[in-house]
């Protein structure tokens, strides 16, 4: 399955944005969805994810209470609300699908999308 991010932007700190992660096939099926972000010069990170259940969701320390995962199991995209956003933020966001669980080991992800960039100015 191929998978494609979008809704990036640039957005200044304390703005939102909406990530889009939408699949080459009708839905995510039974896949655990992740967000990830690498920053120039660092190493990718894990951001949020989520089972296919919802009933387990994964977030970084430094977006709970900001970011917000979320998937229609009947729809295609999965979604990741930004909101308060930091400079800090700025990244280049990338979805994968895989599972079972809500992982931030990224090798338990199998498909990958491209990224989109934000970016948070001061």
């Known amino acids: 399955v191929q998978l494609q991010a979008s809704g990036g932007g640039l957005v200044q700190a304390g703005g939102s944005l909406r990530l889009s992660c939408a699949a080459s096939?009708?839905?995510?099926?039974?896949?655990?969805v992740g967000w990830f972000r690498q920053a120039p010069g660092k190493e990718r990170e894990a951001v949020a994810s989520?089972?296919?259940?919802?009933?387990?969701?994964y977030y970084q320390d430094s977006v709970k209470g900001r970011f917000t995962i979320s998937r229609d199991n009947a729809k295609n995209p999965v979604y990741l609300q930004m909101n308060s956003l930091k400079p800090e933020d700025t990244a280049v966001y990338y979805c994968?699908?895989?599972?079972?669980?809500?992982?931030?080991?990224?090798?338990?992800?199998?498909?990958w999308g491209q990224g989109t960039q934000v970016t948070v100015s001061s």
């Open positions: 994968a699908s895989g599972g079972p669980t809500a992982s931030s080991n990224s090798s338990t992800y199998n498909n």
């Open positions: 096939r009708r839905t995510f099926g039974f896949d655990t």
């Open positions: 989520i089972t296919w259940r919802r009933q387990d969701t």
